[in-house]
């Protein structure tokens, strides 16, 4: 006859034979459990405590099934650790010894003890599959639960940004606040939705949950929030030299994960608060701010918000502002600059080079605001203004009787992903009647290596169409001699830091006098940028490259001043057929 009850000896019965039981386990570290009565074994299909034990080895991680692990420890996290009640509810799945998996309810409280550890009174309840992939509330322990669980990001147990707004807010207007250094910091994961396509949303969720663990470790008695996908906020206390140690304690943390596919280079903004009257928002935004402004640089992981950047950010957003005013007002100017035949000096061609120049900004080069338009997706704008400024100023030239040599235009990576580029060269070289042959389009090496397959094919059409296809700014990053072999263009423009280290590195000759016989060979026509000197362009005539550019032959300049510069210095321009 089965026994009915379980006598714990000084302290009563526990009834036996019902589907659920009570264990406890210690909080945090390898949650080693302590105590599980009877029922909880037989759910586990064990016949002894001990084999029980051995089963999920010791631990309350070994109870849950390993598929549910990673989302209900972080849905207990949230629910326990962050929210203003202590206990959790949530429902996985385990496996007993026989192998047969069971659906459960997980009732648990966290409780501290005064000698400062902390555990989980955990009551699980073996459930009917169809209850348990139930999405309604069951219970109304459940639905008290959830509704506080309100204020907390349900993968990470951090707060939302709503709530951090307003613990935040309420810290600030508190009087202990008052004697505090204060600090933001924004943290963010670089192409994470790029990690997310590489190795899955998984292991995405595990890097995002690392984070915030790494977070919660380093920022100890912070008030931290997941504000969404991969952006999370801090509003930390601390001098700014500690700050600065903790940001970069969470960076190391991320680069030496245990797991070599969850090595990430994190990136951090901190904004030291100056004023307590700040809005939150405006302090986060300012972190934020920092923090975007390094994500495409590999030699800093972290940014601190100050004059200088907040100079930066505002002509940022001048730029933003004001571009459409400045193309409709012709504020951007097309400057023309030579490009020189080696083997003869003469004139073969002009890249159109883009300049602003503003009423009230004064002089802005492409340095400051080319990048910006990219950022937020308005290069397009300019690119297609400068198609027609090109074609315009071929029609001037060509109608005033004056030597007719192609011009090259620049192309930006964005331009295929913002318009269609090569029909508004093709449709504006129409409306003013310039040969495709008087038209080159330069479009840099990191571009055609970002999307091979489309631009490849876009690049190709227009070869066939009559157009010359320059890579430009080789050298200039991660280069390779294999992007001349996947793609058919005519010119290779090696970039000017290859001339610009010349004169102090003796291989630099070398590794041109390579890229230039390699292209040779391959039937594409090196240029050379960067000639400032005789030497420089004797050089590239004893190696056999066959363009060169640079301010030795002329500085970029409007195209009347330019011919008049060039035709001072004793130039002439090779005979082109239209």
């Known amino acids: 006859m089965r026994k009915e009850y379980f006598s714990t000896v000084t302290n009563g019965v526990i009834p036996l034979d019902l589907p659920g039981g009570f264990f406890i386990y210690e909080a945090g570290g390898d949650e080693k459990i302590v105590f599980a009565e009877p029922n909880i074994v037989s759910m586990f ?106 204020e907390t990001d349900g993968l990470t147990g951090l707060l939302n940004m709503s709530f951090f707004y307003q613990r935040v807010q309420a810290f600030l207007a508190s009087p202990e606040s008052w004697r505090e250094e204060i600090s933001f910091i924004h943290f963010d994961i670089p192409n994470f939705k790029l990690f997310n396509e590489r190795n899955g949303f998984v292991l995405g969720d595990e890097l995002l949950c690392d984070l915030a663990k790494a977070l919660i470790n380093t920022f100890e008695n912070a008030i931290i929030s997941r504000f969404s996908d991969d952006h999370f906020v801090v509003c930390s206390t601390g001098d700014q030299d500690d700050i600065v ?29 100056d004023d307590r009257r700040a809005e939150v928002g405006l302090a986060c935004d300012h972190a934020r701010l920092a923090c975007n402004s390094i994500k495409n640089r590999h030699d800093v992981n972290y940014c601190i918000y100050d004059e200088l950047l907040r100079d930066d950010l505002r002509r940022q957003q001048f730029v933003i502002d004001h571009v459409e005013e400045a193309i409709e007002n012709e504020y951007i100017k097309v400057f023309y600059q030579p490009v020189i035949r080696v083997a003869t000096g003469e004139i073969c061609g002009y890249e159109a080079l883009v300049r602003w120049l503003d009423p009230k900004a004064g002089m802005l080069s492409p340095g400051e605001f080319i990048e910006t338009l990219e950022q937020y997706h308005l290069i397009h704008l300019v690119d297609s203004f400068v198609v027609k400024k090109v074609c315009q100023d071929y029609c001037a030239l060509r109608e005033a009787g004056e030597a007719l040599v192609p011009i090259s235009i620049n192309i930006s990576r964005m331009d295929f992903e913002l318009c269609d580029i090569f029909n508004i060269v093709e449709a504006t070289r129409e409306e003013y009647d310039v040969p495709r042959n008087m038209l080159d389009l330069e479009i840099t090496e990191s571009a055609v290596s970002e999307n091979i397959g489309y631009i490849k094919a876009e690049c190709n059409r227009m070869r066939e169409m009559g157009y010359h296809i320059w890579i430009d700014d080789f050298g200039s990053g991660y280069s ?47 240029l050379c940028e960067g000639v400032e000197s005789e030497e420089h362009y004797n050089f590239l005539k004893d190696i056999g490259c066959e363009r060169a550019q640079g301010y030795f032959f002329g500085k970029p300049m409007p195209m009347e001043e330019t011919r008049r510069s060039t035709e001072a210095k004793g130039l002439t321009w090779e005979k082109v057929e239209e």
């Open 480 to 526: 390779s001699l294999n992007t001349i072999a996947e793609y058919n263009f005519d010119v290779l423009k090696l970039d000017m830091v290859f001339l610009r280290s010349y004169a102090r590195n003796e291989r630099t000759g070398k590794v041109i006098t390579y890229v230039v016989k390699a292209a040779k060979a391959m039937g594409v026509s090196p």
């Open 245 to 273: 140690k903790k940001v970069e304690n969470v960076y190391k943390i991320l680069l030496q994960s245990p797991d070599v596919n969850k090595r990430v280079r994190m990136k951090a903004g901190i904004y030291y608060l």
């Open 45 to 150: 299909g064990c016949d002894s405590y001990e084999e029980f034990i051995e089963h999920v080895g010791g631990t309350f991680k070994g109870m849950v099934h390993p598929d549910d692990l990673h989302k209900i420890e972080n849905q207990i996290q949230a629910q326990t650790l962050f929210g203003e009640k202590r206990h959790d509810y949530v429902r996985y799945r385990i496996v007993n010894k026989q192998g047969e998996v069971h659906y459960v309810e997980d009732f648990g409280h966290l409780m501290h003890a005064f000698n400062g550890k902390s555990y989980f009174y955990v009551f699980i309840v073996d459930v009917d599959q169809n209850e348990y992939q139930n999405k309604n509330r069951n219970s109304l322990a459940e639905a008290e639960i959830l509704s506080a669980s309100q």
